[in-house]
């Protein structure tokens, strides 16, 4: 082994669920917490983390100090002289292990922090009760952005419904049914087997929010208590964002491990990681619907950098806010929803919880945990940001490469933009959609994606007549022939 090979050598994860915003932690001080504990986990303690020369966070919604990473490092009593924070996106958690796991081949760095976490629950209890947080958001300077800030959606898209993820990924999921030559309701019961292996992971994990399994039926029935979101999605095929979690991957050298007396049983190796970005940035800019060559690439491109073929992985995780990333991950890298090895490690979004963008670093601590348990083993993460825009991925394993085992990606032209009208007239078929439903269980706007006979392509709204929007979930509407007219600034699609 070279004196700079990465190893993770502590993880640490934290759940909170004080409903008294006043006396719940902050986030600097969840943030603490966990970076404790990973430390603690190393059997390095405080002198471990007095060595932190590089300290990373995950964006954190609702809290923007000035310099985040820096603020913990003194909390832990550190002084790091890298500080990297990310923007928006599933993926950044593995974007920055990749990140700092590279630092230290290359001897830039000894020890680095990685952390991120989630306070949506305490953010939405003050502002139930109008009690006003007072976080720490100080810090000097600025830390280095991993990444670009920007939306997700366009603004044609949002015009039309398309501006949460809610909304955006039953958008794939329909087209992935299609694709799969399902009908609607058998799919829907599909949806229930493969997100009920997530729950039963939950239910026995005991930093999941909800750990609590829940059979096939239950997640596919539709109840006044897992009501429709968008079509298909009842709520609990729907991650869950109002979570209090927090986790922190603690990273250095062999030689840094070494010289901090951590013992080799707690290192898990890194071996690969990589990043891509989709040519479209905006989701109804994609080639297709039902198929993601970014995500494919990037496993790959781990893949590669470890020397390991994907059937020799014993442990998965795959992102998993909604059904559809579960999917197009199966269906991108040949897998069977029911493959033996499992699909997560920690429950996924919807169940062991979605914490914003922090949940990848909830996923690696418990892949560190599985693989120290299982001497052989390697596993493979993923990640997503905004809707199959940003892909990450990582391989750990419990033992090092061999010499000279990895080599480069291949190198992969990804799919272009596919021009959208803004104004759209004539004949027309749908290529994806969705219906969205009030909190009262009934259907309130339907969202068309299609191309019109000539080839454009378009967005557009339904008539919002019950009628049509229920002939939607009860009938495929993938391929629905139709008219789109163009009127007082809208795209109305009216299927035949």
Known sequence: MDANTPVIVGVGQWLGREEDPRAALEPLASLETAARLAADDAGGGGRLLEQIDTCGLVEIFGW?????????GQALGASPHRHLETATGGETGLVLINHVAEQIARGETRVGLVAGGNNMQTLFNARAGNVWLKWNAGGEGKPTPLDEARWG???LEQAYGMGIPLHVYPMFDNALRAARGTDPETHLRDLG?????FSEVAAKNPYAWFPTFRSAEELSTVTPQNRLIAWPYPKY????????????VLITSVEAARALGIP???????????????AAWFPSERRDFHSSEGLRAAVQGALAQAGLELDALAQLDFYSCFPSAVQMACAMLDLAWDDPRGLTVTGGLPYAGGPA????LNAAAAMVERLRQRR????????????????????????PAEPGAGVPAPEL????????????EGPARVETYTVLFGRDGTPKRGIVIGRLDGGERFLANTPDDRATLESLVEHEGVGLPGRVQHANDRNVFTPS
Do not use: C
């Not at 095929?237 to 922190?248: E, K, R, Y």
């Not at 940003?390 to 391989?395: I, L």
């Open 64 to 72: 923007k100090p000035q310099n985040g990473p820096q603020l913990l």
């Open 413 to 424: 032209a990804l799919p272009p933009p596919v021009p959208v009208s803004a104004e759209a």
């Open 264 to 278: 080799e049983e707690r290192w898990v190796w890194w071996r690969g990681g990589a990043w891509i970005q989709e």
């Open 376 to 399: 052989g083993d390697s596993g493979l993460l993923t990640g997503l940001g905004w809707y199959f825009t940003k892909h990450a991925a990582t391989v750990l394993a419990s033992a």
């Open 153 to 155: 959606s366009s603004e």
């Open 237 to 248: 095929l729907n991650a869950v964002m109002t979570t209090d979690q927090a986790a922190a």
């Open 193 to 197: 087997r493969l997100m009920s292996r």
């Open 357 to 360: 963008n922090a949940y990848t």
